[in-house]
Structures are given as structure tokens and as C-alpha cells.
């Protein structure tokens, strides 16, 4: 039985800002996730940074929180957010009766917005439809969800926090109306946990209304799908909304090497409603081209889906006209003591609202530590003499990703290249070397290449695996890395999750890329086949 | 102005990495994929820019290998020119990129003098630190250049059908014969030639060593010029398949506002227009000495990314007693002055190998090929003689008609 005061379950950016936060204050705690790290809603939105210009008019509240946060985290997150800005534009197809009320709830929310002289705009960006009416610059940027929740790990562990990943929850032990502990399973191994407590805390997104249902009560969260298309690259060099009452497709976030277009809006029945159907990519291409006129010839890299943890007050509006606000449960209002709900809100707002349900548990545990994430950064800068010694190691332009993926690990990873006799590119595409998947694929958390992937963005640019995975796969096996699954079943499971984004936005360039891909691996290398023979 | 190329065709394949001649010799190339399509989606987020980028000879055959028709190429050459408006390019590199402007120096000197100055041990050890290989044979300023041998030139009278030759500043400066050679069997043909000496370089060297203003600067005057002969309806040949393929796809890909007003940008090839005086009957052949001649022709990159066919080996193998075979064993190393800078001398010597011991393999002493620095690169790599088809078609039929 191991011990500690606090449990989180759900790994997301909330829950791991509430560990971050936590262990700053001096509490211990211990985070349970049942995927890999940020493999919910805080992997699968648009990545935008909002600056609130779009919840400005509808929830002035939501609005000031964004930007207040915007702000924080441009400067604590450095490495996972690009600062660039955002254009709200009035197409020809927009009500330029909104355009007033908007600038002025904006202003109201203390958002900056700045007209921007059409043929200005179309000067920076010239993929916008010349038809445009109006512009304004307003401090949105994109954010690199899953990095952001990564470097918030790093920054907890230096602090004492705890994670356990790939660990369900399956019981919450209460006794005489407290919690006690939790009990899950490591679903790798199957070996199953016991963890004495004295707080729970459920900020498990989407999932909540089913960790909540262990102890038999119940939240209002609604999980809502949304599509997403990311295409092959930037084609806008800052983020895009459509001036009106936000809706589907109205938003352009480039992305590093990539732009995403999103989102839809629908009412999901079960939270891990990943699946994004072709009629949703039709549908955000054809709103989108409103703003991208050519839009349709760029090439789409897949499409994928999130949900996300609507707060559903009874008997109020779902979907889109639900509220983006955040909303906290303290259980013992209903008998429970000691356990807490954190829902709804939205990435933006993560670090405020682990804030606010921090506050609540140091209040209930007596603890008077102020909270501090929003002033100490969550990784330091990597030293100008490290980058140029990366230089040597990697390519030069990499350098840069390099640093900002790896965060704390950076140097660690440096002296590793340095040490080997060369260090290849393994993915071209986002430029991941060899020494970085080694250490990423050694560390504890990573269970597969699917892990690596999503820490380093292998496979995640132009071919979607079709190079990098054999190569990543030869390399992992040469030095012996010990993964679960066996190479063959690795590389299968890594490809059929690469194919699924690519099965919805089915043609064109993408098209032959997929064709090359399966070429390669169903045909020449038999994958399916190998796993078979495997088994027999 | 940035200019980009959407890099959404290349579906990673890696046809051009295995096709490209410096990453098979260097690992200092991190590939045309890479350096190209691959790279140029974090250019578009200013990632800023690898060294190996400069170890890009623009040799083409990743343009050529491609299947989905990328430009890898011209994607690597505007990031080039891009890097180097920030970062002043060398000494070296504007020497080798305004060659244009060293021959109209040198002009006013005999050239047994600049030669010699150029040569001798002192100056090339001067070079070499400059960055100019010393092991590298530069090629020799002839004694008289073009347009001196043009002016002192007198074409036949009574010519009623007109051409222009656009020479290019190897023939201008280095080969003037091959530029006579040209107008001998043009005039021979009926063809009176015009040279106007408003044309200037291409601007291959000066884009390809980052000096994109000075390239634009020519790319304005020599379309201009062209515009003005196409709208009379004379033909403009250039022997130079450099120069022909700057005018025909470079111009258009690297300064689109230039080209946006032509239908096309691009000269005619003289040696296609030769083949045609041949096939139409204005150039007699049937006198052409027979006597027995072996030639080993080399298809320079640059007419090879043109699409147009060898209409130079067409000429060779319509001659009687001539035996034409095509090497066929890729670049040659050179690439214009890649070849001639220090750091990538070996890198081009380890290119042209295949080629040199082609040619030496083959047993054939003669050496045929268009492109002026391919010569210089197959008479260092080999010490075969090398010269331009034309030069051999008028030499087997000069024999008989003028003596």
C-alpha cells in the first residue's frame, strides 16, 4: 500500500496543472491516468492559445480569464507557445452588424484589438480571401497542447509529484463518508495499486461523470465531439477566426510545420468518441474556404477528433451554446468528504482552474502555501552555449524544435548525441534524430512508439510514419529498448493509428501517400502477416 | 519579397535522395528531400537554416527523378537566395558568381597575361585561401573573346533569313570558337546572325551563389531584350543549356512577376535548331567528311532536366563515319563553379568519377558535350579532348566545303 494526501485521477492539462500546482505548494500527491499523458481533449483541440475575442460577446467572464491566462502563459510556457498573433476577419458571408459589439465587448474583457488595413492584412497574409471586409489583430497564439502539458509534468516531478500513467482507476474506498484511498490498474502489466489518501480529486475531462459514478453520484458533463483537419503546412503565419457568433470551422491555427482547421461541434455518447467522420472534414472545408479560398488544394495530413468535458448545468443548453466557463464540485456537499470535480472550462484556462481547486484542497488540509505556477516558469531556457553545442549534433534548424519539445531533458539528450558515434535523422518529416527517440522511448512513461510519437512528433508530418517507423523501430530494437509489444505488433499498432487520421480525408496528394505507405508495409512487408506468423 | 513553393506533392518517397549526386558521395547533404520539400515547412515558421544547404550543386536531378513534380531544386535555391539576403556571401562566391564582369576586366589585357597570372603557383595558392581549390583546373580566357571575334567576323551578304544568338558568358569568354562554330553553320544554313550586345548573363551564377538582386537586375535586361525579338518573330538560340534552362523554368520559379507578362520566358536550343536546318534541308550534311570518328557524348544535367531529348547526340549520330554512344553515367561534378570551391572540389571529383572511368572504359578518345564547365570537368577528370557537338559537326564539314 503506498501513501499519499492527494490522488488526480485523469492526466490531462487540468490534472497535471493541479499536480504541478500541488507539489509547488508542498503536497504530496500521486496522478493517475489511464493512457499516456494528455491523450484526452489536451492532444486533441486546435491548439489554440485564445486570446477570449471569441467567447468575448457570448461570456465576457470566460473572455477576461482567457486572455488573463494567455498572458501567464506566454510567459511561463515559452517553449510551447509561438508568438504569433491572431486575426479576427469579416468575411463577405459575416454580419458586419456584429463587428461593433464585438470590439467593444473585447475591450470590455480587456482583449487588444487592433483594426488592420484589409490590403495590410492580405500583404501578411495572402492566402485570404481579397473579398474580406473588415480586420482586427488581437493577441491570440498557438499552443502546443501536448508539450505544455508535458513540460508541466516536468516541472511537478522536479517538485515531488508523482504520475502513473496507463493506470485505470477502477475504485474509490471511502469509510464513514471520507475517502480513504484509490485502487487501479496498471493496465500494461495488470498488476493492480492500492493508494491510501486523503483527498481525491477528478479531473478526468470527459471521463469524469464515470469516475464520479465509482462512488456512485453523478456530474453534469457532457462530452462533445470535435473534428479537426491538419493539413500539410502553414499556409496562414498566424491564427485566423471568422468575426461572428463563434461557430464550426471558423478558425486557422498554424501549427508549427502544420495548420489545423477546426471544429465541429456534436454531441458525443461516450467520451472517447475519437473517431472523425468524413462529413465532418467536408463540412469544415467547405466553411473554410470561406476565409481560404484555396483551401482544397492544399494537402489535408489527417483528420482526427476530441471531446470535449462540457459543464452541463440541469436542464441547460448543450453542445455549442453550453458554457465554456469551468465549474468545481466539492463532494461533501453531497456526503462525500474529501473528494473533489473539476469540469468544463477549456485549455486556456487550465492553469487558473487547477489554481482554484488547489485553493479548495489546501484549504481543507490546512495548508497556507500561496500558489505560485503563474510566475515560475515550467522549464528553464536551455543556455546558449547547450544550443551551440546541439549544433554540432543535430541539424541546425532542428535546434530550436529540439530544445522546446525536450525541455528539461534537453541536455540530457545533447550529451547522449554527443556520445554516439552519429546521430540520424529518423523522422525527416519533423525532424526527430535518433538520439532523442532513444531517450524518450527509455523513459518510464513510454510504453510504445505511439508514447514516442507524441512526445517528439515522430510521425506526425508528410509521410504519417511511412519512413520514420521502420527506421524508429530497427533503431529501438537495436538498442534494446523494452517495450510491451513485440516489434512487429509495435510498428502494426503505430501504423493503424497513423491510417485511422488518414482514412477520413482519403484523397488526393494524400491519397498517394497512404498508397505508398501501404505499398510499403502491407505489401512488401507483409506487417499483418508477421504479426499472424508471430502467433502461430 | 519571399516567394514559396507549396511543398504538398512530395509524398517523402526519396526517389531524388537516391537519384542526387552529392548526397551519394557526402553525408555533409542532408538530401534534396530534406533540404527541400521537408525543410521548407519549417522555413514557413522561420526555423532558420542548415549549413548543409549550401552543399546543393542545383544539378537538377531531383527535378528530373521526381514523380509527383516537385521542384525540389528551386525550393532549395529561393531558400538559398532567402538565407543570403541576410548573410552576405563570401568573397569566393562573388568572385565565382560575377565571372560576367572578371572577362570584361580581363578583356582589356592580353589574355597570355591573365592566364598566366591565373595559373601560376602564386595565384593559386591565393585563391586558395580565398577559398577557390588549387587542385581545380579553371578554365582559360581565350585571347580573343565573342563579341571581338564577332565584330571582326564578316557573314556572307545576301542572307535573308535572321537569327539571334544569345552566347552566355562561357562562350563569350572562355569558348568563342564554339560561338563562331555556331554562326558558321548557321550562315551556312542561310541564317544571318545577329549578336546584340545588351544580352548579359543569365544569372545561373549569380543566383546560385546568392546574389539574387544582381540576377534579377539581368534576368530585367535579358527579357526585355527577348521580348523585343520574339515580337519581330526571330528566333533567339543559346548553345548554353544552363542558360536556356535559367531563362525557361528558373526565371519563371524565381522571379514570377518578371515572367508574368510572356508566354514564355524561354530561348530556342540551337542544337534542336541546327537538327532542324539538317531535316528541312538548309544544312547540307551529305558532304560531311566520312572518315571513321568514335564519340563518347555526355548529356549535361541541365539539358537532361529540359525534357527536350540529346538533339546534340541526334546531330552527331546523322553524320556518316560517326559512331555516337551516350556515357550515360550522370553529373559529372562540376555544376557550374561547385566543382571549383575548395570545400566541394573532392565532393565533384567523387561525382564525375563514374563518368571518367566510363570514358576511359569505353576506349574512345573523342568527348562530346554542350555545357561549357562539363568540358573543363571531363578534360580534368579524364585528359580526353572534349568539345561541343557543333564544333565536331562543322569541323567534319568544314574540311570539304572550304578547302
Same mark, same amino acid.
Given at each position: 500500500?503506498?501513501?499519499?494526501?492527494?490522488?488526480?485521477?485523469?492526466? /490531462?492539462?487540468?490534472?497535471?496543472?493541479?499536480?504541478?500546482?500541488?507539489?509547488?505548494?508542498?503536497?504530496?500527491?500521486?496522478?493517475?491516468?489511464?493512457?499516456g499523458i494528455?491523450?484526452?481533449?489536451?492532444?486533441?483541440?486546435? /491548439?489554440?492559445?485564445?486570446?477570449?475575442?471569441?467567447?468575448?460577446?457570448?461570456?465576457?467572464?470566460?473572455?477576461?480569464?482567457?486572455?488573463?491566462?494567455?498572458?501567464?502563459?506566454?510567459?511561463?510556457?515559452?517553449?510551447?507557445?509561438?508568438?504569433?498573433?491572431?486575426?479576427?476577419?469579416?468575411?463577405?458571408?459575416?454580419? @458586419?452588424?456584429?463587428?461593433?459589439?464585438?470590439?467593444?465587448?473585447?475591450?470590455?474583457?480587456?482583449?487588444?484589438?487592433? @483594426?488592420?488595413?484589409?490590403?495590410?492584412?492580405?500583404?501578411?497574409?495572402?492566402?485570404?480571401?481579397? /473579398?474580406?471586409?473588415?480586420?482586427?489583430?488581437?493577441?491570440?497564439?498557438?499552443?502546443?497542447?501536448?508539450?505544455?502539458?508535458w513540460?508541466?509534468?516536468?516541472?511537478? %516531478?522536479?517538485?515531488?509529484?508523482?504520475?502513473?500513467t496507463h493506470?485505470?482507476?477502477?475504485?474509490?474506498?471511502?469509510?464513514?463518508?471520507?475517502?480513504?484511498?484509490?485502487?487501479?490498474?496498471?493496465?500494461v502489466?495488470?498488476?493492480?495499486?492500492?493508494?491510501?489518501?486523503?483527498?481525491?480529486?477528478?479531473?478526468?475531462?470527459?471521463?469524469?461523470?464515470?469516475?464520479?459514478?465509482?462512488?456512485?453520484?453523478?456530474?453534469?458533463?457532457?462530452?462533445?465531439?470535435?473534428?479537426?483537419?491538419?493539413?500539410?503546412?502553414?499556409?496562414?503565419?498566424?491564427?485566423?477566426?471568422?468575426?461572428?457568433?463563434?461557430?464550426?470551422?471558423?478558425?486557422?491555427? &498554424?501549427?508549427?510545420?502544420?495548420?489545423?482547421?477546426?471544429?465541429?461541434?456534436?454531441?458525443?455518447?461516450?467520451?472517447?468518441?475519437?473517431?472523425? &467522420?468524413?462529413?465532418?472534414?467536408?463540412?469544415?472545408?467547405?466553411?473554410?474556404?470561406?476565409?481560404? @479560398?484555396?483551401?482544397?488544394?492544399?494537402?489535408?495530413? %489527417?483528420?482526427?477528433?476530441?471531446?470535449?468535458?462540457?459543464?452541463?448545468?440541469?436542464?441547460?443548453?448543450?453542445?455549442?451554446?453550453?458554457?465554456?466557463?469551468?465549474?468545481?464540485?466539492?463532494?461533501?456537499?453531497?456526503?462525500?468528504?474529501?473528494?473533489?470535480?473539476?469540469?468544463?472550462?477549456?485549455?486556456?484556462?487550465?492553469?487558473?482552474?487547477?489554481?482554484?481547486?488547489?485553493?479548495?484542497?489546501?484549504?481543507?488540509?490546512?495548508?497556507?502555501?500561496?500558489?505560485?505556477?503563474?510566475?515560475?516558469?515550467?522549464?528553464?531556457? &536551455?543556455?546558449?552555449?547547450?544550443?551551440?553545442?546541439?549544433?554540432?549534433?543535430?541539424?541546425?534548424?532542428?535546434?530550436?524544435?529540439?530544445?522546446?519539445?525536450?525541455?528539461?531533458a534537453?541536455?540530457?539528450?545533447?550529451?547522449?548525441?554527443?556520445?554516439?558515434?552519429?546521430?540520424?535523422?529518423?523522422?525527416?518529416?519533423?525532424?526527430?534524430? %535518433?538520439?532523442?527517440i532513444e531517450y524518450v522511448a527509455s523513459d518510464p512513461s513510454s510504453h510504445s512508439m505511439t508514447d514516442v510519437r507524441l512526445r517528439t %512528433?515522430l510521425?506526425?508530418?508528410?509521410?504519417?510514419?511511412?519512413?520514420?517507423?521502420?527506421?524508429t523501430?530497427?533503431?529501438l530494437?537495436?538498442?534494446?529498448v523494452p517495450f510491451p509489444?513485440?516489434?512487429?505488433?509495435n510498428?502494426?499498432?503505430?501504423?493503424?493509428?497513423?491510417?485511422?487520421?488518414?482514412?477520413?480525408?482519403?484523397?488526393?496528394?494524400?491519397?498517394?501517400?497512404?498508397?505508398?505507405?501501404?505499398?510499403?508495409?502491407?505489401?512488401?512487408?507483409?506487417?499483418?502477416?508477421?504479426?499472424?506468423?508471430?502467433?502461430? | 519579397?519571399?516567394?514559396?513553393?507549396?511543398?504538398?506533392?512530395?509524398?517523402?518517397?526519396?526517389?531524388?535522395?537516391?537519384?542526387?549526386?552529392?548526397?551519394?558521395?557526402?553525408?555533409?547533404?542532408?538530401?534534396?528531400?530534406?533540404?527541400?520539400?521537408?525543410?521548407?515547412?519549417?522555413?514557413?515558421?522561420?526555423?532558420?537554416?542548415?549549413?548543409?544547404?549550401?552543399?546543393?550543386?542545383?544539378?537538377?536531378? *531531383?527535378?528530373?527523378?521526381?514523380?509527383? +513534380?516537385?521542384?525540389?531544386?528551386?525550393?532549395?535555391?529561393?531558400?538559398?537566395?532567402?538565407?543570403?539576403?541576410?548573410?552576405?556571401?563570401?568573397?569566393?562566391?562573388?568572385?565565382?558568381?560575377?565571372?560576367?564582369?572578371?572577362?570584361?576586366?580581363?578583356? =582589356?589585357?592580353?589574355?597570355? $597575361?591573365?592566364?598566366? +597570372?591565373?595559373?601560376?603557383?602564386?595565384?593559386?595558392?591565393?585563391?586558395?585561401?580565398?577559398?577557390?581549390?588549387?587542385?581545380?583546373?579553371?578554365?582559360?580566357?581565350?585571347?580573343?573573346?565573342?563579341?571581338?571575334?564577332?565584330?571582326?567576323?564578316?557573314?556572307?551578304?545576301?542572307?535573308?533569313?535572321?537569327?539571334?544568338?544569345?552566347?552566355?558568358?562561357?562562350?563569350?569568354?572562355?569558348?568563342? #570558337?564554339?560561338?563562331?562554330?555556331?554562326?558558321?553553320? $548557321?550562315?551556312?544554313?542561310?541564317?544571318?546572325?545577329? =549578336?546584340?550586345?545588351?544580352?548579359? *548573363?543569365?544569372?545561373?551564377?549569380?543566383?546560385?551563389? !546568392?546574389?539574387?538582386?544582381?540576377?534579377?537586375?539581368?534576368?530585367?535586361?535579358?527579357?526585355?531584350?527577348?521580348?523585343?525579338?520574339?515580337?519581330?518573330?526571330?528566333?533567339?538560340?543559346?548553345?548554353?543549356?544552363?542558360?536556356? $534552362?535559367?531563362?525557361?523554368?528558373?526565371?519563371?520559379?524565381?522571379?514570377?512577376?518578371?515572367?508574368?507578362?510572356?508566354?514564355?520566358?524561354?530561348?530556342?536550343?540551337?542544337?534542336?535548331?541546327?537538327?532542324?536546318?539538317?531535316?528541312? !534541308?538548309? $544544312?547540307?550534311?551529305?558532304?560531311?567528311?566520312?572518315?571513321?570518328?568514335?564519340?563518347?557524348?555526355?548529356?549535361?544535367?541541365?539539358?537532361?532536366? #529540359?525534357?527536350?531529348?540529346?538533339?546534340?547526340?541526334?546531330?552527331?549520330?546523322?553524320?556518316?563515319?560517326?559512331?555516337?554512344?551516350?556515357?550515360?553515367?550522370?553529373?559529372?561534378?562540376?555544376? !557550374?563553379?561547385?566543382?571549383?570551391?575548395?570545400?566541394?572540389?573532392?565532393?565533384?571529383?567523387?561525382?564525375?568519377?563514374?563518368?571518367?572511368?566510363?570514358?576511359?572504359?569505353?576506349?574512345?578518345?573523342?568527348?562530346?558535350?554542350?555545357?561549357?564547365?562539363?568540358?573543363? #570537368?571531363?578534360?580534368? !577528370?579524364?585528359?580526353?579532348?572534349?568539345?561541343?557537338?557543333?564544333?565536331?559537326?562543322?569541323?567534319?564539314?568544314?574540311?570539304?566545303?572550304?578547302?
Amino acid at each position: 500500500m503506498k501513501h499519499t494526501t492527494v490522488v488526480i485521477i485523469g492526466g /490531462g492539462a487540468t490534472g497535471i496543472g493541479i499536480l504541478r500546482d500541488l507539489s509547488m505548494r508542498g503536497v504530496k500527491a500521486v496522478l493517475l491516468e489511464q493512457g499516456g499523458i494528455a491523450s484526452g481533449a489536451s492532444s486533441r483541440f486546435h /491548439g489554440l492559445l485564445h486570446s477570449g475575442g471569441r467567447y468575448a460577446v457570448k461570456d465576457n467572464e470566460a473572455a477576461r480569464e482567457c486572455i488573463e491566462e494567455n498572458m501567464i502563459l506566454r510567459r511561463i510556457g515559452r517553449e510551447c507557445v509561438e508568438e504569433s498573433e491572431g486575426f479576427f476577419v469579416l468575411s463577405q458571408q459575416d454580419d @458586419p452588424a456584429y463587428e461593433k459589439p464585438w470590439v467593444e465587448a473585447c475591450a470590455k474583457a480587456g482583449i487588444k484589438t487592433e @483594426p488592420v488595413d484589409v490590403k495590410e492584412a492580405l500583404r501578411l497574409e495572402p492566402n485570404l480571401d481579397p /473579398g474580406i471586409k473588415a480586420v482586427y489583430r488581437v493577441p491570440d497564439s498557438s499552443v502546443d497542447g501536448f508539450r505544455l502539458v508535458w513540460h508541466n509534468a516536468m516541472s511537478a %516531478r522536479r517538485y515531488g509529484g508523482e504520475m502513473l500513467t496507463h493506470h485505470e482507476v477502477f475504485a474509490i474506498d471511502q469509510e464513514g463518508g471520507k475517502v480513504k484511498g484509490v485502487r487501479a490498474r496498471n493496465l500494461v502489466t495488470g498488476e493492480e495499486v492500492c493508494i491510501s489518501c486523503d483527498v481525491v480529486v477528478n479531473a478526468a475531462g470527459s471521463w469524469a461523470a464515470k469516475v464520479v459514478e465509482l462512488v456512485g453520484l453523478e456530474v453534469g458533463v457532457q462530452p462533445d465531439r470535435g473534428t479537426l483537419v491538419a493539413f500539410n503546412h502553414r499556409f496562414t503565419s498566424r491564427v485566423i477566426n471568422r468575426l461572428h457568433m463563434s461557430s464550426d470551422g471558423d478558425i486557422f491555427v &498554424p501549427h508549427g510545420s502544420i495548420t489545423i482547421l477546426g471544429t465541429t461541434s456534436f454531441h458525443a455518447d461516450r467520451p472517447d468518441a475519437h473517431e472523425a &467522420p468524413t462529413e465532418d472534414v467536408l463540412k469544415l472545408l467547405d466553411i473554410g474556404e470561406v476565409l481560404i @479560398p484555396n483551401l482544397r488544394s492544399y494537402r489535408i495530413l %489527417r483528420a482526427f477528433a476530441g471531446t470535449r468535458p462540457l459543464y452541463v448545468a440541469k436542464g441547460s443548453a448543450a453542445g455549442r451554446a453550453a458554457s465554456r466557463g469551468f465549474h468545481i464540485s466539492d463532494h461533501s456537499e453531497e456526503g462525500l468528504d474529501g473528494m473533489f470535480s473539476i469540469f468544463g472550462g477549456k485549455f486556456t484556462t487550465y492553469r487558473l482552474m487547477a489554481e482554484k481547486l488547489c485553493d479548495l484542497v489546501c484549504e481543507k488540509l490546512g495548508v497556507h502555501a500561496e500558489c505560485r505556477t503563474a510566475v515560475e516558469p515550467l522549464i528553464a531556457d &536551455p543556455s546558449p552555449a547547450m544550443m551551440e553545442k546541439a549544433a554540432k549534433y543535430f541539424p541546425v534548424h532542428s535546434v530550436p524544435l529540439v530544445a522546446n519539445r525536450l525541455g528539461d531533458a534537453f541536455p540530457i539528450v545533447v550529451e547522449k548525441a554527443a556520445a554516439m558515434k552519429s546521430n540520424p535523422l529518423l523522422c525527416e518529416c519533423e525532424m526527430v534524430t %535518433r538520439a532523442e527517440i532513444e531517450y524518450v522511448a527509455s523513459d518510464p512513461s513510454s510504453h510504445s512508439m505511439t508514447d514516442v510519437r507524441l512526445r517528439t %512528433r515522430l510521425g506526425m508530418g508528410t509521410c504519417q510514419g511511412t519512413y520514420c517507423s521502420l527506421r524508429t523501430i530497427g533503431a529501438l530494437t537495436e538498442c534494446r529498448v523494452p517495450f510491451p509489444l513485440s516489434p512487429a505488433d509495435n510498428l502494426r499498432d503505430f501504423l493503424q493509428e497513423r491510417w485511422k487520421g488518414l482514412r477520413p480525408a482519403l484523397w488526393g496528394l494524400q491519397a498517394r501517400e497512404m498508397e505508398l505507405g501501404r505499398a510499403v508495409y502491407a505489401a512488401t512487408l507483409n506487417i499483418d502477416g508477421a504479426r499472424d506468423e508471430q502467433k502461430n | 519579397m519571399k516567394r514559396r513553393i507549396n511543398p504538398d506533392k512530395c509524398v517523402a518517397c526519396s526517389t531524388c535522395v537516391v537519384q542526387c549526386p552529392v548526397a551519394e558521395v557526402t553525408s555533409k547533404f542532408l538530401g534534396p528531400r530534406m533540404l527541400g520539400p521537408a525543410s521548407e515547412r519549417f522555413r514557413m515558421l522561420n526555423a532558420g537554416e542548415d549549413d548543409s544547404l549550401s552543399y546543393c550543386a542545383n544539378c537538377k536531378n *531531383c527535378d528530373i527523378s521526381c514523380p509527383q +513534380g516537385v521542384e525540389v531544386s528551386n525550393i532549395n535555391m529561393l531558400a538559398r537566395a532567402e538565407y543570403c539576403r541576410e548573410n552576405r556571401p563570401s568573397f569566393r562566391d562573388w568572385i565565382l558568381a560575377h565571372g560576367e564582369l572578371e572577362a570584361k576586366l580581363v578583356s =582589356y589585357f592580353p589574355s597570355f $597575361l591573365v592566364n598566366f +597570372g591565373m595559373a601560376n603557383p602564386i595565384s593559386k595558392q591565393i585563391l586558395d585561401m580565398v577559398g577557390v581549390s588549387k587542385k581545380a583546373d579553371l578554365p582559360k580566357f581565350a585571347s580573343k573573346q565573342f563579341p571581338a571575334m564577332f565584330k571582326e567576323y564578316k557573314q556572307p551578304e545576301n542572307l535573308t533569313k535572321r537569327v539571334v544568338f544569345y552566347p552566355g558568358c562561357f562562350i563569350k569568354a572562355y569558348a568563342p #570558337q564554339t560561338g563562331m562554330d555556331l554562326v558558321w553553320l $548557321l550562315n551556312k544554313a542561310g541564317y544571318k546572325v545577329e =549578336y546584340p550586345e545588351v544580352f548579359c *548573363c543569365c544569372g545561373t551564377p549569380l543566383y546560385t551563389n !546568392g546574389f539574387e538582386a544582381d540576377a534579377r537586375k539581368n534576368a530585367v535586361k535579358n527579357l526585355e531584350e527577348l521580348a523585343a525579338w520574339r515580337k519581330a518573330g526571330i528566333p533567339v538560340l543559346s548553345l548554353c543549356p544552363s542558360c536556356q $534552362l535559367m531563362f525557361k523554368s528558373e526565371i519563371p520559379a524565381f522571379f514570377p512577376d518578371l515572367a508574368e507578362n510572356m508566354e514564355s520566358t524561354a530561348l530556342d536550343d540551337a542544337m534542336e535548331f541546327i537538327l532542324g536546318c539538317i531535316n528541312r !534541308g538548309e $544544312l547540307d550534311i551529305s558532304e560531311a567528311d566520312t572518315s571513321p570518328l568514335d564519340i563518347i557524348y555526355h548529356a549535361p544535367c541541365h539539358l537532361r532536366a #529540359q525534357g527536350i531529348g540529346f538533339p546534340g547526340l541526334d546531330i552527331l549520330r546523322l553524320l556518316p563515319g560517326v559512331h555516337a554512344v551516350n556515357a550515360d553515367a550522370g553529373c559529372c561534378g562540376i555544376s !557550374g563553379s561547385y566543382g571549383f570551391k575548395k570545400e566541394k572540389y573532392d565532393i565533384g571529383m567523387a561525382i564525375g568519377s563514374k563518368l571518367f572511368d566510363t570514358i576511359k572504359d569505353s576506349g574512345i578518345r573523342q568527348v562530346a558535350t554542350e555545357c561549357g564547365t562539363c568540358k573543363v #570537368q571531363i578534360i580534368h !577528370g579524364t585528359g580526353n579532348p572534349c568539345d561541343h557537338p557543333l564544333t565536331i559537326l562543322r569541323r567534319r564539314l568544314d574540311k570539304k566545303t572550304t578547302k
